[in-house]
């Protein structure tokens, strides 16, 4: 694509940072991204169902892949209480994971122009242009910024500061079991298929996504699981975003962070509501 002259910044580099810096550069934008994190963001993503407009986005960037993107599940099935089908629905599915995605785009996207440790503070109008400024002092000036700094977003705080996300009710715990460690009747079942258990507010479900090193092969590839449990904003919320150093998290526990006491009741409630198979596959 010849170059437009024009040169984006966009301030987040995780997947909306990657997926409008790979579409701008496809119409020949120069684009730079700038990340906070001084590491790659590569290690702790779970699974992600495949959406059509992700593959439609690789098409059009340029995105190559030689596997497929992700694990087929060719139906979905809801479980009764004790484990056994209730329902069987014909659905093919591709279930990837963020890794996959997230390392496609930084393979396709010029390592010169991601920028890492790189935590946007300011923003100023500089005529026609824009002027990013940064916490280490440095200041980048472009055609067009973007913000993809996600939900506690930098950008939408300078420009809108009062705009602040809701609670939409629920919390999500997850999980992922490797592929050669699950027990083998849970595995036979939950191989390759979309599978849910629903019960009174709350549902939790698992797929497979691909293993480490993004690996499609059988037996490499890992279990995905997630738990959506319903919370009282005021009540019941603070308690379970309060991590095990005591620290109140804004929307989010890093892995291996959770409280004992909210770990300890989650475990006594699985035991008391999951059916057979997910009690294999959650840690309780
Ligand atoms: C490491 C990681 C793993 C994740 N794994 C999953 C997953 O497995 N499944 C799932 O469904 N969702 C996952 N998410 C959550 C998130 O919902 C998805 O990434 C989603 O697609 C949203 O992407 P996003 O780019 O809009 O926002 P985010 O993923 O939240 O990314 C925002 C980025 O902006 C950066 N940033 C924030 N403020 C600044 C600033 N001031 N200056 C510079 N950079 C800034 C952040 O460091 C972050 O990398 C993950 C997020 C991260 C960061």
Not at 174 to 190: K, Q, S, Y
Not at 210 to 237: C, H, I, M
Request: aromatic share 10%; net charge negative; charged share 20%.
């Amino acid at each position: 694509m010849k170059s437009t002259g024009n040169h984006a910044i966009v301030i987040g580099g995780s997947l909306g940072g990657l997926f409008t810096g790979i579409m701008l550069r496809s119409i020949g934008w120069e684009v730079d991204i700038y990340e906070r994190s001084a590491h790659t963001l590569d290690s702790r993503g779970g699974g992600i169902v495949l959406q059509p407009d992700v593959i439609e986005a690789f098409g059009r960037a340029g995105v190559t892949y030689e596997a497929p993107l992700g694990v087929v599940a060719q139906e979905r099935y809801y479980l009764n209480p004790d484990g056994s089908i209730a329902q069987r629905m014909p659905m093919r599915q591709t279930l990837t994971s963020w890794n996959l995605l997230y390392s496609s785009m930084r393979r396709h996207f010029p390592a010169e122009h991601y920028h890492q440790g790189k935590l946007l503070t300011n923003i100023q109008h500089n005529g026609e242009q824009v002027m990013a400024i940064f916490a280490d002092g440095t200041r980048q000036i472009g055609d067009l910024l973007i913000g993809a700094d996600g939900p506690n977003s930098t950008v939408r705080q300078l420009f809108v500061p009062d705009a602040h996300y809701q609670y939409a009710g629920y919390v999500a715990y997850r999980g992922l079991v490797n592929e050669a460690e699950l027990e083998p009747d849970a595995a036979a079942l939950f191989t390759e298929r979309f599978v849910f258990y629903q019960f009174p507010n709350s549902h939790i479900l698992q797929y497979v996504i691909p293993g480490e090193n993004e690996s499609l092969v059988p037996g490499k590839r890992r279990f995905n699981w997630v738990w959506y449990v319903n919370y009282d904003q005021a009540t019941e919320l603070p308690r379970i975003l309060t991590d095990k150093e005591g620290r109140r998290r804004d929307y989010a526990i890093p892995p291996g962070m959770i409280a004992p006491a909210v770990e300890e009741e989650m475990r006594v409630y699985a035991n008391r509501v999951l059916a057979p198979p997910f009690l294999d596959l959650s840690p309780v």
